[in-house]
């Protein structure tokens, strides 16, 4: 018997993971700024400088500018005090190598600054680390068995595979005007990736998009306000191998991000980011799902080996509602932001962690920050692979000391398919069954049952049942019948 082989190369997600870490520093008030009285807004943002892979892990490495906001314990302006933090998280995962594809997103939750005394704050930082890495890796299995007495039951299946997975590093520059830029002050600055388009070109990916800008800055008066500016880009990737007929996925974060106030009444912004780009393609598989030759045992060695089918991801939108209480009645709100910090699939859709913070001004006009973990549960989304649910949130007052928060998530869901193949190594004849003289069988079929189960059992064919019984050659099953089985053919 010749076994007909298959080999499919393709790119496989080795690690999908979000995981959470915290990094801590002591940090001395500098002797040129006042003593600490009062900590009044804590934020940080977050730059990756190295993302590893490694045989059986992924090192990723790189700093935290945290900005504290304090009133002096005397009395006086607003103070704003910087302290870098530097960060390193390993991932364990074993099927990683060197060669592994690997997106990776940092991104600060929260930030905490504890007073410890009127010169000296503890400072913590919460991050969410995402990383998601591929490999190329080969599956073997059968297609086919070759033998002319040999009876082969087959499927055809379509399976959608990466067939290849590349990273590319890219820059978006903006400038961004500002008026009375004279002691403007940045506190904290984010940046959204969006893709408006992602085509194929014969060797290249062209992605068009979005980078939407949002900074944080504090006026001479004291006065916070925020800048938003939303500036489109075009990218092209040489990646060898595409066509115009292929799909692309892009997926994009941002790696760093640096902002400055220009002299010239501009903001300054520099994004540093990744793109990790696939190719999906369709491959149709023929799998064997059962075989047998009449009136011989066979002795088979087989491995059972898995493919994952992973179509488009399909994009998604959704809201949740939560109200919050707060220390202190809340007059105006100035920002929210919110980060995700997992995600799971829940009964109704998707259940997301989500860190909330929210800049605002008091009764008396005093700023302050509202800081939660809520769990969020998003409705009527098909539960799959959702890594980077882009979050965003509005906050409104409520009641004499309430917040609702009306957080919106973006993002795509990913749903992979199981596919289960046969390679047969080897498929060899032991012994012919004993022959007992009887060429016909008379079998009552009370349930439906495939004529395939039925010749297999008997030792027959499906063609010579269909034959002896007047049956149309694509009858796949029979009920409540008398069939005659020819036993030798």
Request: charged fraction near 25%; hydrophobic fraction near 40%; proline fraction near 4%.
């Amino acid at each position: 018997m010749e076994l007909e082989q298959k080999r499919i190369v393709y790119c496989r997600r080795q690690l999908a993971q979000t995981s959470a870490c915290t990094e801590t520093a002591d940090c001395i008030v500098p002797d040129a700024f006042p003593d600490v009285g009062r900590v009044v807004y804590a934020c940080g943002t977050a730059a990756i400088g190295d993302h590893a892979p490694q045989n059986g892990r992924l090192l990723i490495s790189g700093t935290v500018q945290t900005v504290i906001l304090y009133e002096p314990e005397n009395g006086g302006g607003l103070r704003r005090l910087e302290v870098p933090l530097s960060f390193a998280h390993i991932e364990e995962c074993a099927q990683l190598d060197s060669s592994s594809v690997c997106l990776v997103e940092c991104r600060v939750s929260a930030v905490e600054a504890s007073v410890v005394n009127s010169r000296k704050l503890s400072i913590a930082a919460d991050l969410v680390l995402t990383a998601e890495c591929y490999d190329k890796t080969a599956c073997n299995y059968t297609e086919n068995i070759a033998d002319d007495h040999l009876e082969l039951l087959s499927e055809t299946c379509e399976a959608v595979l990466p067939d290849e997975a590349q990273l590319f590093s890219f820059s978006v520059l903006e400038d961004i005007p500002v008026e009375e830029t004279d002691g403007l002050s940045l506190l904290k600055q984010s940046c959204t990736l969006h893709i408006t388009e992602c085509r194929a070109m014969r060797d290249r990916i062209v992605v068009r998009g979005e980078a939407a800008l949002r900074c944080l800055v504090m006026q001479l008066d004291e006065a916070v306000r925020t800048i938003s500016k939303t500036t489109p880009f075009t990218q092209v990737f040489e990646l060898t191998g595409a066509v115009e007929e292929d799909t692309p996925d892009a997926q994009l974060t941002v790696r760093s991000l640096e902002c400055r106030i220009a002299a010239d009444h501009s903001l300054s912004c520099t994004v540093n980011a990744d793109a990790l780009v696939l190719l999906r393609r369709s491959h149709t598989l023929h799998c064997i799902t059962d075989f047998y030759l009449p009136g011989v045992l066979l002795k088979t060695r087989e491995d059972s080996v898995s493919l994952y089918s992973s179509p488009e991801p399909q994009p998604f939108s959704a809201e949740s509602v939560e109200s919050i209480q707060t220390a202190a009645h809340i007059s105006h709100v100035i920002c929210a932001d919110a980060v995700c910090c997992g995600v799971r699939a829940a009964e109704k859709g998707l259940q997301i962690s989500a860190s909330v913070q929210v800049l605002c001004l008091d009764d008396e006009q005093r700023l302050c920050s509202v800081q939660r973990v809520l769990p969020l549960t998003f409705t009527g989304i098909e539960a799959g692979t959702c890594l980077r649910p882009s979050l965003s949130v509005r906050a409104q007052p409520v009641g004499e000391r309430g917040l609702t928060l009306t957080v919106t998530a973006e993002g795509e869901c990913e749903r992979e398919t199981p596919l289960t193949l046969r390679h047969l190594c080897s498929v060899e004849q032991t012994a012919r069954q004993a022959d007992t003289g009887v060429t016909l069988l008379v079998r009552h079929i009370a349930e439906e049952t495939r004529l395939w189960d039925i010749a297999k059992d008997c030792g027959s064919t499906r063609a010579a049942i269909c034959a002896a019984n007047d049956l149309p050659s694509d009858t796949a099953a029979v009920s409540d019948t008398m069939l005659l089985v020819p036993l030798r053919i």
